[in-house]
């Protein structure tokens, strides 16, 4: 039977030979679907001005299908696609001038961690580390909840008791 090539991009297989593989790299269907999978990964603003400078497909827009797909000459996008894709593209413009702003979400962030981490170094007696174990606490270390959903979660990703792990002595294994 001989070695097969399966191409990533087309999803498709075939026999592994010189002339095959040069055919098919060579032929259409893969260089649309090439470009369709790098296109995935494009910049926000060059998906904006691509598509202002196309006109609408009058198809997409009266059926909201287009027999040409992802290859049609004309854009796609509506009115709303393309006010969502200028709000993304501000967004990540004042993301990249002001880091501090983007990271108001309610996620740890390194610096918290560090902060903590250099806290529990300094810390010498059992009073302090309770208090750094207690800022850690309030802090929070909740199970997101989309996990809430499953109702029997592994071990490894429920979230420690309240009061933290009681310290277990360490055993030899074997």
Known sequence: MGKRYLCDYCDRSF???MHNRKKHLDGVQHHRAKKAWFDLFRDAALILADEQAKKPCRKFLQTGQCVFGMNCRFSHLTEEDMERLKEQIEEERRA???PS???ESTERSIEDWLARREKRGKA?????VLQVEEAESSFGA???AHLMSFPDLPASLLPPPPGGWKNIPVTEWG
């Open 101 to 103: 702003e983007a990271r």
């Open 142 to 144: 909740e199970l997101p």
């Open 124 to 128: 010498t007696d059992s009073s302090s």
């Open 15 to 17: 026999q592994d030979n």
């Open 96 to 98: 990249k001038e002001d």
